[in-house]
T-cell receptor
Framework: EDKVVQSPLSLVVHEGDTVTLNCSYEVTNFRSLLWYKQEKKAPTFLFMLTSSGIEKKSGRLSSILDKKELFSILNITATQTGDSAIYLCAVEGGSEKLVFGKGTKLTVNP | DAGVIQSPRHEVTEMGQEVTLRCKPISGHDYLFWYRQTMMRGLELLIYFNNNVPIDDSGMPEDRFSAKMPNASFSTLKIQPSEPRDSAVYFC?????????????FGPGTRLTVL
């Protein structure tokens, strides 16, 4: 059965800290890995990763995929209170099925 | 662009009642997805459509759940009869490129509470 595990489940940091969120997966016929940010509303897309070792970057957020070790990390540098959210990782495997992890709840305190 | 529209935003109903959730995808998008989010199970894909045709409904929990897409601008997710364990937030999303696209747009969700 396809599985996506995120860690940690919850994280509390101070503004300015750098955080690393982890996503490991077991899927058949891996196609892509996606990161979403969810605040008090629907998830919003952050990144899609398909190739190992290629970092994707958007402002203070960056992400990279390791297809050999079957994981991805999402980095946020110089965190701000507006980064507080649940970060979801999803993997598309065989039969075009999208499997989500349970998310990491990030709280950034001023 | 109004984005994906879902209704109702909140629904409280009693066990055994029929519940119908509605979704209007973004105009021009040919893929529509229904998700359910709970604390226990996280976000789960229930079913998705391409050009109004259901492609994969293996995520639908049981026969009490059904989904239809009678046309390109409207879809429903029906639960009959509803049970307390169906309480969750139900999201609808649409895209123009299927699951491989990096732009799956989510609606605001319907928070369902079954008493």
């Amino acid at each position: 059965e396809d599985k996506v595990v995120q860690s940690p489940l919850s994280l509390v940091v101070h503004e300015g800290d750098t955080v690393t969120l982890n996503c490991s997966y077991e899927v058949t016929n891996f196609r892509s890995l996606l990161w979403y940010k969810q605040e008090k509303k629907a998830p919003t897309f952050l990144f899609m990763l398909t190739s190992s070792g290629i970092e994707k970057k958007s402002g203070r957020l960056s992400s990279i995929l390791d297809k050999k070790e079957l994981f991805s990390i999402l980095n946020i540098t110089a965190t701000q209170t507006g980064d507080s959210a649940i970060y979801l990782c999803a993997v598309e495997g065989g039969s075009e099925k999208l499997v989500f992890g349970k998310g990491t709840k990030l709280t950034v305190n001023p | 662009d109004a984005g994906v529209i879902q209704s109702p935003r909140h629904e409280v109903t009693e066990m055994g009642q029929e519940v119908t959730l509605r979704c209007k995808p973004i105009s021009g998008h040919d893929y529509l997805f229904w998700y359910r989010q709970t604390m226990m199970r996280g976000l789960e894909l229930l079913i998705y459509f391409n050009n109004n045709v259901p492609i994969d409904d293996s995520g639908m929990p049981e026969d009490r759940f059904s989904a239809k897409m009678p046309n390109a601008s409207f879809s429903t997710l029906k639960i009959q009869p509803s049970e307390p364990r169906d309480s969750a937030v139900y999201f609808c999303a649409s895209s123009s490129g299927g699951l491989l696209t990096d732009t799956q747009y989510f609606g605001p969700g319907t928070r369902l509470t079954v008493l």
